[in-house]
């Protein structure tokens, strides 16, 4: 006959499980397991790396930011929390303003344009969907930061050479030679569609506090590829220092790129930059040194050093903390075949026609 008596061990623990569930519910007492009540611990995050055991930088990320190059006069290094909160509070409400809905019985602009200015260039814009100029103060060390510039300890960027003043001023010379629409080669790179707008790019890779701060990294043993959103420009930088340096005459788009590792971290020392993208007006000396290192799982940090005594007076530095995405980066279609710089230059030409035909005969 089958028997549901219980041992006097097996009962013994019965009456405990059920004393211990009983205050558990009542009053709240720990119940059947300490362990559960536990706080758990939390997972250490461990650098990620490539087969050859290199730290691992591949992925999407992005360095959009509210926090400008050079420090606004009367700021700490570092903001306070009341002052970051009335940043970030400025930014969100702009959003949210400027991204309404278009009335789309509104008249047209007026004639020259609505007075806006940047990349809308006093044409207006739909809103400000398409925007993404970033809506969080930089953070680096725990810091919210002032500035990107961290030397000079002031977050400025030092003062220019004579030398730089005269190249200024020998530019500005050449280009009264030509009208703004004489040629292409008059008009900036990125309405060329050339290169990013600002120095996306780089180097150094700054954000341009617009819109596709963003970029995708690939690693080989080899070679590291930063393919920039911005005007799809992908740059690629062989490991292992120097084979063969070009001629300082021959000065590639963003210039030619050695990266090495210390560590850790990877430092590319770029030299050769074209005199179109050098930063500042910098001179065929510039040379740009970054250093990419991974400060957590959502986090690169960038620094860079630029280096040209024949513009500044010193070198100076900054720190750009490059977050995660969890989205791909799609090709940046720049004019959709750059339509618009063949319009400005035959429109350009369509204005010198007028102007001929009206003035009077001699």
């Not at 990349?119 to 919210?144: K, P, Q």
């Amino acid at each position: 006959m089958a028997t549901c008596a219980r041992t006097r061990s097996s009962n013994s623990e019965w009456l405990v499980r059920v004393l211990a569930m009983t205050a558990f519910i009542v009053i709240g007492l720990p119940g059947w397991s300490v362990r559960a009540q536990q706080p758990a611990r939390a997972k250490r995050w461990t650098q990620p790396r490539t087969p050859d055991g290199r730290p691992d930088f591949q992925g999407s990320w992005t360095n959009a930011t509210l926090t400008p190059l050079q420090r606004p006069a009367g700021q700490q290094r570092a903001l306070t929390q009341e002052q970051v909160e009335k940043l970030e509070k400025i930014r969100a409400d702009t959003i949210e303003k400027l991204s309404r809905s278009s009335d789309p019985n509104r008249t047209a602009p007026p004639k020259g344009g609505d007075g806006s200015t940047g990349a809308a260039g006093m044409v207006g814009g739909y809103n400000y969907f398409w925007i993404d100029a970033g809506d969080r103060v930089a953070i680096v060390n725990g810091e919210h930061r002032s500035s990107l510039i961290v030397d000079p300890p002031d977050g400025r960027i030092p003062a220019t050479t004579p030398q730089a003043r005269e190249r200024q001023m020998a530019r500005m010379e050449s280009n009264r030679k030509f009208g703004a629409f004489d040629n292409p080669e008059n008009r900036p790179i990125a309405e060329r569609c050339i290169m990013s707008f600002g120095s996306n790019a780089g180097p150094p890779m700054l954000p341009n506090y617009f819109y596709n701060n963003n970029y995708t990294i690939v690693q080989t043993k080899d070679h590291v590829m930063i393919l920039t959103e911005m005007v799809h420009d992908a740059r690629i930088i062989r490991l292992g220092g120097p084979k063969e340096r070009l001629p300082k005459h021959i000065r590639p788009w963003m210039g030619q790129s050695f990266g090495r590792w210390e560590a850790d971290t990877l430092v590319v020392e770029t030299t050769n930059i074209h005199p179109l993208q050098g930063f500042g007006g910098a001179s065929e000396d510039l040379k740009v040194i970054e250093r990419f290192h991974r400060a957590d799982e959502t986090t690169i940090l960038y620094r860079f050093t630029i280096d040209d005594p024949s513009t500044y007076t010193k070198p100076w530095s900054g720190e750009v903390p490059f977050k995660a995405m969890n989205e791909l980066i799609y090709e940046y279609a720049c004019h959709e075949g750059n339509y618009a710089l063949s319009n400005i230059l035959s429109g350009a030409r369509a204005q010198e026609r007028d102007s001929l035909a009206k003035k009077p005969e001699q």
